[in-house]
């Protein structure tokens, strides 16, 4: 079972959000350009580690300092290319994150 505390002096899950930040600000516009799939592989992953985090009980760290998407916004278009990216960012966004963590995904 994931834990659920948050924690404001863990430096792991610092650099997380920081990471996820750079990763949501340098894809700002990503529903704008469909002719740039890394864009929504990036957008895909950072939101893939905010949903990570927030299950690991961070959601208040998060909230304090960075608005996810709506997963809706990008999900109906998973059957296209730069859907299919940002899937696959999602998806190792979450792996990832709880595998840098040293949890596992309930």
Request: glycine share 8%.
């Amino acid at each position: 079972m994931p834990e659920t505390t948050e924690r404001s002096d863990d430096p792991l899950i610092e650099r997380l959000l920081e990471l996820a930040r750079a990763l949501t600000h340098d894809s700002e516009g990503y529903l704008d350009r469909q002719d740039d799939p890394q864009l929504w592989y990036n957008r895909g992953y950072a939101n893939g580690m905010l949903a990570a985090l927030r299950a690991l009980g961070h959601g208040e760290r998060i909230a304090a300092t960075l608005e996810p998407d709506v997963y809706d916004a990008a999900r109906d278009q998973a059957h296209l290319p730069w859907g299919k990216a940002y899937e696959h960012g999602r998806e190792k966004g979450l792996e990832e994150t709880y595998e840098v963590t040293g949890t596992a995904a309930s």
